[in-house]
């Protein structure tokens, strides 16, 4: 690896896949060398769009090639821990689609072979590298929404049904590693109800309440059985309450400077008063980009600068144990589970 330039595989190029070998392939500091997949046809489209890479449906011919510095996993979930594993046991950085893994066990292997081998470990969480998410981040960090309640967030829509996973576990990893980025605390609980309507054992809509170490709350409401296609989260704290609508075009961000205060009355001491405070609306100008480029970008530069990332695999286990706990809730009808029992 030389200081100006990463050499990157990418193993799965379907239906994320094929995004981010668009990413890597023109990303500067990068040079994508392979792209592995199973399917021949997948692997001969992207060898159409860009004819400087090298395709093979052999894991090995990635791994054992000294000259690869760094591997990008986009297969199927189950699939995510026995190739990040070998990609890591190789000596190759390593960046995984979310979610991690499928166990928290597993992710927590990955996590401590990772920091044994010296190797940086990156989840793709995508939204944490959304701009306007990152603006949100920094609102609250300076104090603009005073002391944060709770959220909830939403992520609906008609489809795609999954045949090989729960609305909760192809849905939620987005909201999660969304509320755990912005609350910057531990979860402790988690509450989850569910139906299965369409197919046997398959949630597909999933209501789940994640309380916090701080007193801090979020609810996460995803299905795939929805009229509407939703994508919004709402932040309310002491001072001010905030939504990002991923479905708007330009005004993603509304600030509303809206809240309530207890105050003591003076007249008792006994006594105290709820006082409503009803302020503007404000949009602010949120700056843009691609979330998936600017998180490609993330972790070709923080290879290559030795600095750290946002989404590394600590943050990756940290959502598969609420994922697990989340799971667990829905098969006990709603009993809540500490994700650290994982």
């Known amino acids: 690896m030389s200081e100006d330039t990463l050499n990157v595989a990418v193993v799965g190029a379907g239906y994320w896949g094929k995004n981010l070998v668009r990413n890597f392939a023109t990303a500067k500091r990068c040079n994508l060398k392979y792209v592995c997949d ?10 159409k769009s ?6 093979t ?11 690869i510095d760094a591997v990008v996993i986009a297969t199927e979930v189950p699939t995510h821990f026995e190739i990040a594993r070998k990609a890591l046991d190789a000596g190759k950085h390593t960046y995984v689609e979310k979610p991690l893994t499928l166990k928290a066990a597993d992710a ?12 940086k470990l990156m989840v793709g969480h995508l939204l944490e590298y959304h701009p306007a998410v990152n603006y949100l981040k920094e609102m609250i960090d300076r104090g603009q929404l005073g002391q944060l309640y709770y959220m909830y967030t939403q992520r609906v829509n008609l489809g795609i049904v999954r045949q090989n996973e729960n609305a909760w576990w192809s849905l939620a990893p987005h909201d999660i590693s969304i509320i755990c980025y912005l609350f910057g605390s531990e979860p402790v609980s988690v509450t989850a109800h569910g139906q299965c309507y369409l197919q046997k054992d398959i949630e597909d809509v999933v209501f789940a309440t994640i309380k916090f170490s701080d007193g801090k709350m979020a609810n996460v409401h995803c299905s795939w059985l929805d009229p509407h296609k939703i994508r919004k989260m709402t932040v309310v704290g002491s001072e001010k309450m905030v939504t990002f609508d ?9 600030m509303y400077d809206k809240g309530a205060a207890i105050k003591h009355d003076i007249t008792t001491s006994y006594s105290e008063i709820i006082s409503l405070r009803f302020g503007d609306i404000v949009i602010p100008k ?41 799971q667990k809730s829905l098969k006990n009808n709603g009993e809540p589970v500490n994700p650290e029992d994982f």
């Open 286 to 326: 949120v700056p843009s980009g691609e979330p998936l480029g600017l998180e490609g970008r993330h972790f070709i530069d923080s290879v290559l600068d030795g600095t750290p990332i946002r989404s590394d695999g600590v943050e990756g286990l940290r959502v598969v144990r609420v994922l697990e706990a989340g």
């Open 50 to 55: 860009f004819p400087f890479i090298t395709t």
């Open 38 to 47: 199973l399917n021949k046809k997948a692997l001969a489209a992207q060898k």
């Open 246 to 254: 991923d479905m708007e075009a330009t005004e993603k961000i509304r």
């Open 108 to 119: 927590n292997t990955l996590v401590e072979l990772a920091k044994d081998k010296k190797l």
């Open 57 to 67: 449906s052999e894991l090995g011919d990635v791994l054992s090639d000294a000259e």
